[in-house]
Structure formats: C-alpha cells, structure tokens
Nanobody, 122 residues
Framework: VQLQASGGGLVQAGGSLRLSCVAS????????MGWFRQAPGKERMFVAR????????YYTDSTKGRFTISRDNAKNTVYLQMNSLKLEDTAVYYC????????????????WGQGTQVTVSS
C-alpha cells in the first residue's frame, strides 16, 4: 500500500483543516487506517484510527470531540477533519495503514504516507 497525504497548511487557532490520504492498491478497504502527528523534537504520536468498515473509530484524548476520522473506500481515501485547532496541534501529520490493528505505537503500523505540515498560529 502506498499512501499520499495532503491538505495541511497554515491556519489560525480555532480554525479548521481537512487532511486527505489517498491509498493505492485494491485492498484498501481491508486496512485499518490511522493518523499520527509529530511535533519538532517529539516522538510520532497516535491521533486517530478507523477500522476497515468505517463505523469504529478511536481518538486520542487531546483530539476527541475536535477531530473526526472518516473513510471513503470507493475513493481509497481516508480523511481527518480537524476543528477548533489549537497551537499544540502544530505538527507534521502522517497517515498510516495496517492490515491488522496491533496497537497505537507508531511501530505497530506497517505503511506510511509522506506527511503533511499543519501549523496553527495565534
């Protein structure tokens, strides 16, 4: 699976952005998809995941209620809608995929996109 993330940019605090991640491969619908983020000097951290069929989602506490992960299997695309953005959301955001969910550590995920920069300003 190859992943291509896009949609990052510069936004003011309180604003919104939607990230997209397009996957290659005909078995996209069978992968658990996730988003991670990495701030400068920090480890890559889990943000959200969605199972293969879509209804089951999970978020880290800091993004719950503000971020929404969704997927369109017909378009091989997973989205991350980010609302009420805060300064601390500034990071490079990565989409990731795995055929079997093993955990929320970045080492537990098998495929990665190239990352897209999100910068939240005051």
């Amino acid at each position: 699976v190859q992943l291509q993330a896009s949609g990052g940019g510069l936004v003011q605090a309180g604003g919104s952005l939607r990230l997209s991640c397009v996957a290659s491969g005909r078995t996209f619908s069978r992968y658990v998809m996730g988003w991670f983020r990495q701030a400068p000097g920090k480890e890559r951290m889990f943000v959200a995941r969605i199972n293969w069929s879509g209804p089951s989602t999970y978020y880290t506490d800091s993004t719950k209620g503000r971020f929404t992960i969704s997927r369109d299997n017909a378009k091989n695309t997973v989205y991350l809608q980010m609302n009420s953005l805060k300064l601390e959301d500034t990071a490079v955001y990565y989409c990731a995929a795995t055929p079997y969910y093993k955990g929320s550590n970045y080492n537990d995920w098998d495929y990665w996109g190239q990352g897209t920069q999100v910068t939240v300003s005051s």
